[in-house]
């Protein structure tokens, strides 16, 4: 058999990728049975042995906004826009909680599979991208109680007026679920060299929520200090979540402009990055 013969019963080459490269997205789209493998294994196990189960999911946020509606509503007096407390509280949880579960689990890629990945080849990016999904799917658990409470809160006549800015909560969704899977990736590839930054991240992300209107409006914060606010791109998305569910926040469409533009770069850096140290983790452990 010639040489040419030979090459024509192969239908996949893998060859070697010198420099930067984006991640085989096709292969993500191969591997979907694995990737909605993982998403069961994540939402199933998460909880599988503890007395409550799955309404840790919907026990988490609640205690949150119970604990932020005394601490800042009610003790410190901080205004919500005239939203009742306990509804703004809570639709800034819902919002910060799933970036933030993104952007945890995402930058503990590569230290949570080292054992899987020295095993078995599948794209890596398959893990992180079955947690954006997982965390989703919390998200839509919880996001049926906020809507329960809101339609009580407005059957007592709370001053509530959700409106056409809800077309735009599926876009929120998705910049969330990127912004926080590249910016968790980001932080994988870095702790694969320093890993002392895996200890960094739970301070940084609670200096980080306090950064964002979460406990508090934009309304409050001094007309001199908002350039600094909006330099963070969750600012105007909890703002803009806020205002599609609750009718009430400060939307500005230049702050909006820089958080996809911010999202857009942190996400496709975050992905160069885990494509880059994916090739050459397990050489460094």
Known sequence: MTKADDSKEWTTVIESVQGWYMPDLRGLWQYRDLVMLFVRRDSVATYKQSLLGPLWFVIQPLMTTIVFTIVFGRIASIPTDGIPPFLFYFGGVLCWQ????????????????????????????VTPVSLIISNLIVLGIQFVVFIVVV????????????????????????????????????????TTRFRDLAYLTGYGMQLWMYATP??????????????????NPMTPIVECFRYALLGSGTLRLEPAIYSIVATALIFSLGLAMFSRVERSFMDTI
């Open 151 to 190: 339609v009580v809160y407005r059957l007592r006549g709370a001053p509530i007026q959700p409106g056409a800015a809800l077309l735009l909560l599926p876009f929120l969704l998705i910049q969330i679920a990127a912004l926080g899977l590249g910016a968790g990736l980001i932080i994988s590839t870095l």
């Open 98 to 125: 799933y970036f933030a579960a993104n952007l945890n689990k995402t930058s503990d890629t590569f230290a949570a599979n080292v054992g899987m990945y020295s095993k078995v080849y599948f794209p890596r990016l």
């Open 214 to 231: 979460v406990v508090y409006p934009v309304s409050q914060i001094p007309e001199k200090w908002l350039w600094l606010a909006y330099l």
